[in-house]
């Protein structure tokens, strides 16, 4: 009988506590010179003190809802999330034409480019619930290569991945800067990087002394971590839900590293 009573008590507790737990959400809007930008913040408001920070930045179709989602996720699991808005309030698309001339826009100039991903990081850095000192970044396609200017800036990361995003190997001025530990997820079989590609990005990189991780999963393509990507129809971007899943693993393990005290 006292066996089932702390049962009881102990599942009331538990469940009393998730019932409390909860992510909130709510967009952000913030400027970078005379652009208005809007990003999705996210984090479990049970969660008491400063945190870890994560901020995301998207695919090449601008803030989306799945950008949106994987803040969310971050949420649940303890981060303070900001999905950043590298384009502008409100554009976001499903066309590859159109997608593909704003993010020309944005990386043709690598100093403009850096700048306003670094206005969407100044945005989580001063989010009273994020320890400035303890942020990482993550992207996806346009956005893993982002992640990796970032680093190259020497902002203030603890880390960042790409997910299947283009690998630009830094110069060694670059290399120079970087204070963030690099993680690139990658697809063996996406047709947009070939292979002269990656032994040129391992050469470089072998030679900077930087602390990177590259893994590459096999049979995907580009975008496999976006259950979406086949309703593009472009022959390139192909959902993987092994690698996916996979990759998201990788992530979590290597933000335990970064992230440790």
């Known amino acids: 009988m006292k066996l089932k009573l702390a049962i009881t008590v102990l599942l009331s507790v538990l469940l009393g506590t998730a019932a409390q737990a909860k992510v909130v959400t709510k967009p952000v809007t913030y400027q970078d010179d005379n652009a208005t930008l809007e990003g999705y913040l996210a984090y479990d408001d049970s969660v008491k003190g400063r945190r870890p920070g994560v901020l995301v930045v998207h695919e090449w179709w601008g803030l989306n809802d799945y950008a949106r989602k994987r803040a969310e996720q971050l949420a649940r699991m303890g981060y303070v999330a900001f999905a950043l808005d590298m384009y502008g309030k409100g554009k976001a698309t499903t066309h590859p034409q159109e997608a593909g001339e704003w993010a020309r826009q944005i990386t043709a100039n690598v100093d403009f480019w850096g700048e306003r991903a670094l206005a969407g990081l100044k945005v989580l850095e001063k989010d009273p619930r994020v320890d400035p000192n303890r942020i990482a970044a993550i992207g996806y396609c346009f956005g893993g290569s982002t992640v990796q200017e970032l680093?190259?800036?020497?902002?203030?990361?603890?880390?960042?991945?790409?997910?299947?995003?283009?690998?630009?190997?830094?110069t060694q001025d670059q290399a120079k800067r970087v204070k963030a530990k690099i993680l690139i997820c990658h697809g063996a079989a996406d047709p947009m990087t070939k292979p002269e590609a990656i032994q040129n990005y391992i050469a470089v990189m072998e030679k900077t002394g930087l602390d990177w991780v590259m893994i590459i999963y096999g049979g995907a393509k580009h975008s496999f971590t976006n259950p979406d990507a086949?309703?593009?129809?472009?022959?390139?971007?192909?959902?993987?839900?092994?690698?996916?899943?996979?990759?998201?693993?990788?992530?979590?393990?290597?933000?335990?590293?970064?992230f440790a005290k």
Do not use: T
């Not at 309703?231 to 992530?251: I, N, P, V």
């Open 151 to 170: 680093a190259y800036m020497g902002a203030n990361l603890r880390g960042v991945v790409s997910f299947h995003g283009s690998l630009i190997p830094p």
């Open 230 to 258: 086949d309703k593009a129809g472009m022959e390139a971007l192909k959902y993987s839900k092994s690698a996916d899943q996979r990759s998201w693993k990788h992530m979590k393990d290597f933000f335990d590293e970064i």
